[in-house]
C-alpha cells in the first residue's frame, strides 16, 4: 500500500479507549462465546514487513470457556489475558503485563448493559453503553477520559477499528493537535446489519464547541463460511496484530466473514480492504490473506497472511 495516501484526521482522538469487540457464536446471550471450533493458535505472515510465518496467540479453554490469550512473537510470551466468568457469562478481562489493566462487563438479562475500563491504578477510563434493536446491538455510546488513558492504548484500541497503520498514523497526529483541555470525549458507534452479518458501522465523534466528525465503514461482502471469532469479547489493547477488521473487530462482528470492507472519512475514501480464506472442512477459516488498497485501488497493496489452528 503506497503509505503516502494514508491521511491522518483528527477523528482519531476518539478511539482512544480500552476498544472491546463483541461477537457470538452458539448462544443467543450476549457474553457467552462457545465457538463449535476453538482457536488453539494464530500465526502471523506480513509479506511487507519480510516476517516469515511466526507464532503470535496461544489460547488456552477450560472445556467450552475460553481461559486465557498469551500474545507474543515466536514463542516469546509478552502479554497474557484472562477471562472470568460467573456461571456461563464473562464478567471480568484482567492484563497481566503491560500496564494491568481490566474490565468489568455488566448485563440486563442476556444483553450487554455497561463495560467500564480500568488503567493499571485502577483509574476508571472508559465507559460504554449500549442500545438495543430487538436482539441486535445498534449503538454503542461511549465517554472517555483523555487523562487516564496512554497513546500506546489508543493506538491499539483505533487497530481494533482500521488497519494498523492508517491507525497509528491517525494516532500520532492527534497526539501532535491535543488542546490543553483534557475533557472527556463521547462518541458514538452506530451499526446496522443485513441479517447477521454488520453492513455499515458509522463513528460520530463529538467534540463539543469543536463539532463532530464521522468515519463509515461499509461491509460491501461475506462470504457463507463461520466467523470463528463471532460472539466474543475482544480486548484491544494487545492490537499488535493487523487482522483485526478479518472477523469485523470493530466492536460488533458478523456471523460470517467479511470478503471487502470500505473506508471514508466524511464522504472522503480513506482504503479498501480485500480478503482471501481457505478453509478446514468445518467451514472455519485456517488461512486469511488480507490486501490493503489505497483510496482509488490505484497501487499494489499491502499485504498480509493470518494462520489459524483448532483444537
Known sequence: MNKQTIIPFCFIA???????????????EDGVYNPKQQISKIYEDDSFSGHPKVLTQVWTWDKDKLNKIDYGWDNIIDDTYRY???????????????????????????????????????????????VYDKNKISKITMELAME???QTDREKVLASFLPKDLASKMVVEVEKNRT?????????????????????????IDYGTEGHETLTANYVS???????FYKKIETGLYGDIMFHQVFGYSIVSSKNNPL????????????????????????????????????????DPRTSKTYYEYK
Not at 18 to 26: E, H, T
Not at 94 to 120: M, P
Not at 190 to 197: A, G, L, P, Q, R
Not at 271 to 287: Q, V
Request: glycine share 4%.
Open 84 to 130: 472470568f466468568y460467573e456461571k456461563n457469562k464473562l464478567v471480568k478481562i484482567e492484563q497481566e503485563k503491560n500496564g494491568a489493566g481490566y474490565i468489568l462487563i455488566s448485563y440486563d438479562g442476556s444483553k450487554f448493559k455497561e463495560i467500564k475500563s480500568y488503567n493499571e491504578f485502577d483509574e476508571h477510563w472508559l465507559t460504554m453503553n449500549f
Open 222 to 228: 461475506y462470504d457463507t463460511k463461520q466467523n470463528p
Open 14 to 28: 476518539l478511539l482512544l479507549t480500552f476498544c472491546v469487540s463483541f461477537n457470538s457464536c452458539g448462544s443467543d
Open 148 to 150: 487516564n488513558s496512554k
Open 260 to 299: 471487502e470492507i470500505r473506508y471514508k472519512h466524511g464522504s472522503i475514501d480513506l482504503l479498501t480492504c480485500k480478503f482471501t480464506y481457505t478453509y478446514d472442512n468445518k467451514g472455519f477459516p485456517t488461512e486469511i490473506l488480507l490486501a490493503v488498497y489505497n483510496e482509488n485501488l490505484a497501487d
Open 180 to 204: 490543553k483541555n483534557d475533557s472527556d470525549i463521547q462518541f458514538s458507534i452506530n451499526y446496522t446489519y443485513t441479517k447477521d452479518n454488520v453492513k455499515e458501522m458509522l463513528i460520530d
